[in-house]
């Protein structure tokens, strides 16, 4: 099989020193498998205007690292950038938090290929995170697959792997983008399958998204994702809704 020329990596950080220091390690680790496929490796984080130290760790950080430096927009835009300024024709998707475990990318690198696939979308499996945002997200998802009509299981696992070609399909430069790529992707008309990935526990930074605070955000954001749907046409040829498919559960 022919290998993938670049694969570029993108990350939106926004005061994540602390997991940065943990992730620049893992990630050389998981370079070498990855080149197994792929003939080189990108990392591009998009510092949405950090004002801790994250700046001088990834400007220390080796070379395949590349520090997207931004002003402070929310995760949406820090996303959009880092994926429209990536130059592999293959692009993975992933926090910078650590609660995403890049030793998944290989699998799902493999899996794009295997199956043909437009788009890969992890599912977080044994979430390490509050009850009340477990069920908060479960909520959500219920919600938005009953709005949308779409059947990822979660969009706000941000850890996936897609096709450069499809990109301008599923991220859009609106607020709250983020949580609909999945849903985007396969509402075009998009191959999308979907596969279990770890979670682990964030180190250090904070977390943007309290449950009561961001529960009108995502309430006007799924209004919005709506109405752009309703005047979105699908690619000729893809039929009114994009084949979704479990790898495995």
Known sequence: MQKIKLLSIVSPAFNESAALARLIPEMESVIPVLKKRCEKVEWIVADDGSTDNSANILDSAPDFVRRLPLEHQGMSAALYAGVMAAQGEV????????????????AMVSLLEST???MVCGIRNHRKDTLVKRLSSQISNRVRRAVLKDTIRDAGCTLRV???????????????GHRFVGPFAQLQGLHVVQVN??????VGGRSRFGVMDRAPAVIMDLAGAKWLMSRTMAPEGSGEAGKGENAHD
């Open 162 to 176: 897609f096709r450069a070609d499809v990109r301008r399909l599923c991220f859009w430069p609106i607020h709250g």
């Open 116 to 118: 043909g696939a437009d």
């Open 91 to 106: 692009i993975a998707a992933m926090d910078a938090d650590c609660q995403n475990d890049p030793a998944d990318l290989p």
């Open 197 to 202: 990935v770890r979670h682990r526990e964030r």
